[in-house]
T-cell receptor
Framework: GAVVSQHPSRVICKSGTSVKIECRSL??????MFWYRQFPKKSLMLMAT?????????EQGVEKDKFLINHASLTLSTLTVTSAHPEDSSFYIC???????????FGPGTRLTVL | GESVGLHLPTLSVQEGDNSIINCAYS??????FIWYKQESGKGPQFIID?????DKRQGQRVTVLLNKTVKHLSLQIAATQPGDSAVYFC???????????FGTGTRLQVFP
């Protein structure tokens, strides 16, 4: 089956630092990847759509300069949380659309804790 | 002061019973719907999907029902097992984009 991985699975950082999260499709190519954010006991909120070779499309209210997205290849998208603050602490989840299939495969998530 | 937050609705069922989880979706233009299961600390896991030209679809131990008239979706789990304990989300897609919009979720608790 289609597998999506995320790295790291858990990260703790100091306020003001930047954190990079990787999302990889391991056995398929994905022209489109999505980044979600999930607070405790809440649903997944779409942050942005990452398109290979072009700029990401951000949802309303998501700061593009705060959450930098790069989709450098058909198997890798990265989310960088710049100058992280405690309110950025959350569970970040990516998903990938398999080319020619209208199906999203989700990664296992990354738990970010900003002290 | 004390803060009050919204909690996920919870469905508690006895092992072996059938479970029904409901979802109201928002966009009448949505034409593709998916149910996901999310265990604690993990990403969502696909369970079953249905397109708007259908009103029922069955999988292994699961059935999804779609009522477009009232914009309602339900997930039925037969013979619920302890391993079914998780949070369940419905998601909708309009077909014009690949974006999924997730519902608020329901926590399913299975007790012996």
């Amino acid at each position: 089956g289609a597998v999506v991985s995320q790295h790291p699975s858990r990260v703790i950082c100091k306020s003001g630092t930047s954190v990079k999260i990787e999302c990889r499709s391991l056995d398929f190519q994905a022209t489109t990847m999505f980044w979600y954010r999930q607070f405790p006991k809440k649903s997944l909120m779409l942050m942005a759509t990452s398109n290979e070779g072009s700029k990401a499309t951000y949802e309303q209210g998501v700061e593009k300069d705060k959450f930098l997205i790069n989709h450098a290849s058909l198997t890798l998208s990265t989310l960088t949380v710049t100058s992280a603050h405690p309110e950025d602490s959350s569970f970040y989840i990516c998903s990938a659309n398999r080319v020619r299939f209208n199906e999203q495969f989700f990664g296992p998530g990354t738990r970010l804790t900003v002290l | 002061g004390e803060s009050v937050g919204l909690h996920l609705p919870t469905l508690s069922v006895q092992e072996g019973d059938n479970s029904i989880i409901n979802c109201a979706y928002s966009n009448s233009a949505s034409d593709y719907f998916i149910w996901y299961k999310q265990e604690s600390g993990k990403g969502p896991q696909f369970i079953i999907d249905i397109r708007s030209n259908m009103d029922k679809r069955q999988g292994q131990r699961v059935t999804v029902l779609l009522n477009k008239t009232v914009k309602h979706l339900s997930l039925q789990i037969a013979a619920t097992q302890p391993g079914d304990s998780a949070v369940y989300f419905c998601a909708e897609n309009t077909g014009n984009t690949d974006k999924l919009i997730f519902g608020t979720g329901t926590r399913l608790q299975v007790f012996p």
